[in-house]
């Protein structure tokens, strides 16, 4: 598309995809950021075009690609780019410098003869130059007269072109012949998978761009530079043109990005009554809350889907922001400041609630003191997908169209309906004069009237709810108040009606930011509760786990041992739902999709058992009397792995492929055979002979299977050499002691290739989804552990005080971490990060001087 129209198009295009949550600029080299020469060595780029593409490549979610028909070398001593541009070369062959090493030596020999035979038509012409690649040889006839040109042209495709084993490419006064049969669209394409661009600018100018202008669709842009019939969409005059537009494309990226800015993961404070959560911003703003339970529907959802999705503020009326933001001595009561007047927010947890039937819900926001206070409130039923209506009554509003009720108790609050699209939202301002303004977000009461108990003393017996638990705590020295908040968090994580334990409060904060690595963690996962009972079993309070391996027993006597294997279970102890998307929520910073549900219940974990006769293990030694229906579960969970430990799944971190041996889950099947002995001794003074078969056999099979000579650690399956920290637990299970020189070397491995400074990554082999996620906090965690376990205090106490950095300002952290972003990623709150954080500590405090 040519003329004053097509330029307007382009330019509206380029404001959308600017826009984009991930987005991946690529370019050729010669002709495109760098004019034309003469010769291929006198090439110089744009300085514009250089300052753009170094300036996008420093951006978040922005990823930069220069993709020539240059050798590699070639390419990266010409271009003066950063080293956070990705440099491809030989038209998509050389993704880095080790490529010719590696290339067959049949290839080489064919590359040779090319080479010798060209060089030979060279010869007959001082305006003809050979280009020798790694993999290619091209012949330039830009020096030639046409007919001179043309002869030589003709023998050489006579020639090496000839042979059905050679890939030929024509350019601009260039063709070349290649021994790869590769492309700059397949090489575009790699990269786009790699970082999970969600959209592409691709600028070229040559024949063997238009192999990358093939692939784009949907929401990329494809420029061509220069006249010639293209497939790209667009068109500018030359390279000047080219680094114009580049610049434009930096300048508006960089624009949105500032405009773009959520609060991290990390900022959200947590609110709990043991059977939904809500998330609050540092400004005081409610932007989560699902309804009756933590895996309903949110009625509050601005985290995923912005303003429409529902939201509930609270604000000085003259826009000051507030000083600050706590929780409340060891409670979920959370205390928001500004200048002359607080807020507090807290969930009921009065008279019991935490263990009563789900179906009622009170969050409580309370602002006292002085000042104009400004209430916003746009509740969204059904993730903002329902319309949602409102009605004034006396003492505070009625939501309309939900199947419980819901009320917003305002006594002495005038409100004004203001419409939003279908739906409606209210406005109120306030002037405070010492007084209490109390706000009661009710589910499932329909009445706004004042109740019996008033908010004074809900309050005060909702603090005591959560401080007498945390005051039993036994709490090591090290990071204190960091350790009891992060208990308190899987207290809060614990569903009170059932005793299971949800993974994290959310679902769908992303793993990659602008990427697809989204998934719901509100339900309950065998392995995480067990691992979270187990911690807080550590700390001195044993209750939660007693709670947890009574709904584990209700769902054994309620399925039989195949349905009981599934690895994950809703908080009522029922089977998860399909795995679906919400199409109407953009997702946090654009991430998408929003799910609901999650696939992982179908599949098969082999690794939970490990932990759940861990926990078993762990109660009897603090002390828990155990009975028969205890022994009951540890006899079937035994009988669950002698029956298939041997077989392959799809292991703890739940890739989307088919099932494999992994390392990790022999382990925990060793594991959990070797804590059943030890319950076996204490519950009846033996230890069965075929258990004791059983755990030799295992521990026979990972130790022979798991571990690799090549790279001198154990690996993350049997039949690879990818590292995995997961299979630091061959040591932190004690299948192998801390001395042995075989868990060490792995240690080594694991710190060497995964940690990225105060991260750890579970491993970086292709999972098949797009995009790389950020370090994982509980793989920091046993990191910690295992330099413990092998003597290295100093660097595990380093570590350590790296990883509690990570953690958001009131104590709570998510899933993950990018060391190269500096964002916190993934669900938030995480159940994992913080059993982490506990054992870490723990770990590290068993060697401090008493």
């Known amino acids: 598309m040519v003329g004053p129209a097509a330029m307007d198009e382009m330019a509206s295009r380029i404001d959308e995809i600017s826009r984009a949550p991930v987005l991946l600029v690529a370019s050729d080299f010669d002709g495109t950021i760098s004019p034309i020469a003469p010769s291929p060595a006198l090439a110089r780029p744009d300085r514009e075009a250089i300052v753009a593409l170094n300036a996008l490549s420093m951006m978040p979610q922005t990823h930069v690609a220069v993709v020539s028909g240059r050798a590699l070398g070639d390419l990266a ?8 541009v990705c440099l491809v070369g030989s038209h998509g062959s050389e993704f880095d410098p080790g490529f010719a090493n590696r290339l067959d030596p049949v290839l080489v020999e064919l590359r040779n003869r090319i080479r010798d035979h060209v060089l030979a038509i060279a010869r007959r012409d001082p305006g003809l130059l050979v280009e020798e690649k790694p993999a290619s040889v091209a012949l330039h006839y830009r020096g030639a007269d046409a007919a001179a040109a043309s002869r030589a042209v003709q023998e050489a495709l006579r020639g090496p072109g000839s042979d059905p084993r050679v890939q030929v490419k024509h350019g601009k006064c260039v063709v070349e012949f290649g021994v790869v049969s590769t492309n700059k669209g397949q090489a575009l394409a790699a990269i786009r ?36 019939t293209t497939r790209a969409t667009f068109r500018v005059a030359d390279s000047s043109a080219a680094a114009h537009l580049l610049a434009n494309i930096a300048e508006q990226r960089e624009a949105w990005l500032k405009g773009a800015d959520a609060a991290g993961i990390e900022e959200h404070a947590l609110l709990s009554d043991q059977r939904t959560v809500a998330l609050v911003t540092r400004q005081g703003r409610l932007v989560w809350f699902c309804a009756p ?13 912005g303003p429409a999705a529902g939201y509930f503020a609270i604000a000085a009326a003259d826009g000051t922001p507030p000083l600050g933001q706590s929780y409340v001595g060891n409670s979920f009561q959370l205390r928001t400041d500004w200048p002359g007047f607080t807020l507090t927010d807290y969930m009921d947890c009065s008279q019991g609630r935490p263990y009563q039937r789900a179906g009622r819900t009170d969050l409580i926001r309370v602002v006292e003191g002085t000042g104009r206070v400004a209430i916003d409130f746009a509740p969204r039923l059904d993730f903002g997908r329902e319309p949602t209506r409102l009605r004034v009554v006396d003492g505070g509003l009625q939501v309309d169209g939900s199947l419980d009720p819901v009320v917003l108790r305002a006594p002495g609050v005038e409100w004004q309906l203001l419409e939003d699209g279908p739906s409606q939202r209210a406005q109120a301002e306030v002037v405070l004069e010492g007084s209490a303004l109390v706000l009661e977000l009710r589910y499932g009461l329909s009445t706004v009237q004042e109740l019996v108990v008033p908010e004074g003393r809900r309050r005060g017996q909702t603090a005591r709810f959560w401080n007498v638990w945390a005051e039993h705590l036994r709490i090591p020295s090290v990071c204190e108040d960091l350790v009891r908040r992060s208990a308190l968090l899987l207290k809060a ?4 009606p059932t005793g299971a334990i949800a993974a994290a409060g959310t679902t769908s904060l992303p793993e990659h930011l602008g990427g697809v690595r989204n998934w719901d963690y509100r339900y309950c996962w065998l392995r995480d509760a067990a691992l979270a009972a187990i911690a807080l079993a550590r700390l001195g309070s044993t209750g939660v786990g007693t709670r947890l391996l009574d709904w584990l027993l209700g769902i054994l006597d309620r399925d039989d041992m195949r349905e009981w294997f599934r690895p994950v279970y809703t908080v009522t102890g029922g089977h998860v739902g399909v ?3 919400i199409g109407e929520l953009p997702g946090y910073r654009g991430s998408r999709p929003v799910r609901v549900g999650n696939a992982a219940a179908q599949q098969l974990q082999l690794d939970v058992f490990g932990p759940m006769m861990e926990l078993i293990s762990v109660l009897a030694e603090q002390g828990v009397s155990l009975s028969n229906e205890h022994w009951r579960l540890t006899d079937a969970i035994v009988a669950a792995v002698a029956q298939r430990w041997h077989e392959p799944d799809h292991g703890i971190w739940e890739i989307r492929r088919p099932r494999t041996h992994y390392v990790h889950s022999k382990v925990m099947c060793w594991m959990a055979v070797d804590r059943a002995l030890a319950v076996a001794q204490s519950f009846s003074g033996r230890r069965p002979d075929d258990w004791v078969e059983l755990r030799r056999q295992i521990a026979d099979d990972v130790l022979v299977k798991g571990w690799n000579d090549s790279i001198r650690a154990f690996t993350s399956t049997y039949s690879d050499t990818a590292l995995d920290a997961a299979a630091l637990h061959v040591g932190l299970s004690g299948l192998l002691p801390g001395s042995d020189a075989r868990f060490v070397s792995t240690v080594e491995a694991v710190e060497r290739a995964l940690r990225h400074g105060p991260t750890v990554y579970r491993y970086l082999f292709d999972d098949g989804l797009p995009g790389r996620e950020g370090g994982f906090h509980l793989c920091t965690a046993w990191l910690i552990e295992a330099l413990e376990l092998i003597g290295r205090h100093a660097e595990a106490c380093e570590l350590l005080a790296q990883f ?15 060391p190269l972003t500096r964002r916190s990623l993934g669900n938030h709150p995480q159940a994992y990060t913080h059993i982490g954080l506990i054992n870490a500590v723990l770990a590290v405090s068993r060697m401090q001087p008493s």
Do not use: M, W
């Not at 994580?493 to 009170?496: A, H, K, R």
């Not at 509690?804 to 990018?818: H, W």
């Open 77 to 84: 001593a010409l271009s003066g780019l950063s080293q956070n």
């Open 293 to 305: 339970r933590i895996d309903s529907p949110a009625i509050l959802a601005e985290l995923l889907g």
């Open 193 to 228: 998978h790699r970082v999970g661009a969600r959209a592409t600018i691709f600028i070229g100018d040559d024949e063997s761009d238009e192999d990358a202008f093939a692939t784009l669709c949907g929401p990329d842009l494809s420029v061509k530079v220069g006249e010639g």
């Open 493 to 496: 994580l614990c569903y009170g």
């Open 579 to 581: 795995e679906a998307e």
């Open 804 to 818: 509690v950095a990570l953690f958001g300002p009131t104590g709570l952290a998510p899933e993950q971490y990018c």
